[in-house]
Every structure is written in C-alpha cells, then in structure tokens.
C-alpha cells in the first residue's frame, strides 16, 4: 500500500524559510514523479513543484521558480520542498503526491496522495 506522509509545516512569519518533507512507502517510486500541490483556504488545488524520482529532473510554476525548491533523497525515499522568502500568500495545505507521468500540472495525473500539511505564514 503506497503511503506519502508529509511534515514540516507550520507558522512562520513573511520573509522566513519552512523545508517540507514527504516520506514515500510502499513500492519502488523510482519510475514515478514526485510533487507538491498547495491548496489556500477558498481556493482550488494548485501545483507547485514536481522531481523526477529517477534523474531529478525538476519542474517548476513560474511563481515558485526563485524561492522553491524541490529535491529527494533517494536512500531515505523522502522528497523535500525548500520554501524561502516566504509571503503571507504562500498559506496553505501542502500535499504530496506521486505520478508515472512528469510535466503535469493537473490532480487527475496523480493517483496517490499525502494528507496534507499546514503552513501559515503570517505578516
């Protein structure tokens, strides 16, 4: 059974640094994609990020280029989300989630799922 847990998340305040971690388990991730999804309160999911498990091949929103940065670890099957200059926008619940395909940006590409961790920064 595939198991994505994400931690990392919490309050911090504009301007400041969070490194999300997303543990994977349960099969061999190494032909598969790895993302981070972000969902802010009244808002629709969107992506943020996504790491190829093989290669490390990244891919990027425009707006997270910059201050985002996604990496893994492939000995401890772990996937890293590095938030810097973070901004009271960047609020919400940030999802891991693994795919055979790399370069999609839609939910429907991703059939598993973390359950979510919260960050909330403030002004």
């Known amino acids: 059974q595939v198991q994505l847990i994400e931690s990392g998340g919490g309050l911090v305040q504009a301007g400041g640094s969070l490194r999300l971690s997303c543990a994977a388990s349960?099969?061999?991730?190494?032909?598969?994609?790895m993302a981070w999804f972000r969902q802010a309160p009244g808002k629709e999911r969107e992506f943020v990020a996504a790491?190829?498990?093989?290669?490390?091949?990244?891919y990027y929103t425009d707006s997270q280029k910059g201050r985002f940065a996604i990496s893994r670890d492939n000995t401890k099957n772990t996937v890293y989300l590095q938030m810097n200059s973070l901004k009271p926008e960047d609020t919400a619940v940030y999802y891991c989630?693994?795919?055979?395909?790399?370069?999609?940006?839609?939910?429907?590409?991703?059939?598993?799922w973390g359950q979510g961790t919260q960050v909330t920064v403030s002004s």
């Open positions: 989630a693994a795919s055979l395909s790399f370069g999609r940006r839609q939910e429907a590409w991703y059939p598993y």
């Open positions: 349960g099969r061999t991730f190494s032909d598969y994609t």
């Open positions: 790491i190829r498990w093989s290669g490390g091949n990244t």
